[in-house]
C-alpha cells in the first residue's frame, strides 16, 4: 500500500481516477474543492448522489487503501 502523498495538489486528482474526458468533470471537482475548504469530509457527487471521500480526508488517513478512490492523494 502507498504511504507516500503524490506530488501534485489535493485539488488535482490523478488522471488515471478522475481524467478530464470524466462525465460532470468541473462540476464533481467543485464540489470537492468546496468540501475540502469547509473542511468536510466529502461530498455528494452531483451526477450519481453517492458519498465521495476528500483526497484531505483521504490523506489524514494515512496511507492508501487501494480502493481506487477518485481523489486517493497517493497515487502517482
Known sequence: MPDRLASRTLDEPHPS??????PHHDEILAAHRRAIAAG?????????????????????RGTCCES?????????
Open 40 to 60: 468536510d469530509d466529502g461530498y455528494l457527487d452531483p451526477a450519481t448522489g453517492l458519498f465521495v471521500f476528500t483526497a484531505a480526508y483521504l490523506t489524514a
Open 68 to 76: 481506487r478512490c477518485r481523489h486517493c492523494p497517493y497515487v502517482e
Open 17 to 22: 481516477r478522475f481524467g478530464p474526458g470524466e
